[in-house]
């Protein structure tokens, strides 16, 4: 049963987030505020190349440490899902992914954030590089897939959009592929 929203004031705009604040009622007719996050839809590629999957380790200011996880990267205005993937994968891996298996979206943080995340597979490519972000310090990370299984199975992984690809995939791939 949705709330009804009474007022909605934005009290900030950035380059990739918006944040308003909305007054609601909710079902049981209460008045209250929600804190809302306009956030640019994004991408995960789960890259396997050669029974190896490839990961970006990088650090995360809003979390303070290092994360492990698939290449990803924002939606831009007029661009679709897959050509996102296609020009990340090239910018932060140096790969261009031949094909792209979707596999859905999430929302990594529905309580507060109205962001989606388009996730796909990606197992065949080419090499080719595209100019990495100016802010971006990367590190690529290659790991065998029973590696990253174990992994997996220890909950190693802590990044949403890095555990619901290998969910995914570990639930609809034969790890011999």
Same mark, same amino acid.
């Given at each position: 049963?949705? =709330?009804?929203?009474?007022d909605?004031?934005?009290?900030?705009?950035?380059?990739?987030? =918006?944040?308003?604040?909305?007054?609601?009622?909710?079902?049981?007719? &209460?008045?209250?505020?929600?804190e809302?996050?306009?956030?640019? =839809?994004?991408?995960?590629?789960?890259p396997?190349?050669?029974?190896?999957?490839? +990961? *970006?380790?990088?650090?995360?200011?809003?979390?303070g440490?290092?994360?492990?996880?698939?290449p990803?990267?924002?939606?831009?205005?007029?661009?679709?899902?897959? !050509?996102?993937?296609?020009?990340?994968?090239?910018?932060? &891996?140096?790969?261009?992914?031949?094909?792209?298996?979707p596999?859905?979206f999430?929302?990594?943080t529905?309580?507060?954030?109205?962001?989606?995340?388009?996730? +796909?597979?990606? =197992?065949?490519?080419?090499?080719?590089?595209?100019?990495?972000?100016d802010? !971006? +310090?990367?590190h *690529? *990370?290659?790991?065998?897939?029973?590696? *990253?299984?174990?992994?997996?199975?220890?909950?190693?992984?802590?990044?949403?959009?890095?555990?619901?690809?290998l969910?995914?995939?570990?639930?609809?791939?034969?790890?011999?592929?």
């Amino acid at each position: 049963m949705a =709330n009804k929203v009474l007022d909605s004031n934005r009290i900030y705009e950035g380059r990739i987030l =918006n944040l308003r604040v909305d007054s609601v009622e909710l079902p049981n007719g &209460v008045q209250t505020k929600r804190e809302i996050v306009e956030h640019k =839809n994004g991408v995960g590629i789960l890259p396997i190349d050669h029974a190896m999957m490839v +990961f *970006v380790q990088q650090y995360r200011d809003a979390v303070g440490t290092d994360l492990l996880e698939i290449p990803a990267g924002l939606v831009e205005v007029g661009e679709d899902p897959k !050509e996102t993937a296609v020009r990340e994968l090239q910018e932060e &891996v140096g790969l261009k992914p031949l094909s792209l298996e979707p596999c859905g979206f999430v929302y990594p943080t529905p309580g507060c954030c109205d962001e989606r995340t388009f996730l +796909f597979i990606a =197992n065949q490519f080419e090499a080719h590089c595209l100019k990495a972000d100016d802010d !971006e +310090f990367i590190h *690529v *990370v290659r790991l065998p897939i029973e590696t *990253v299984k174990k992994m997996y199975d220890h909950h190693e992984f802590i990044d949403a959009k890095t555990v619901s690809a290998l969910g995914y995939y570990f639930s609809h791939h034969n790890m011999n592929e």
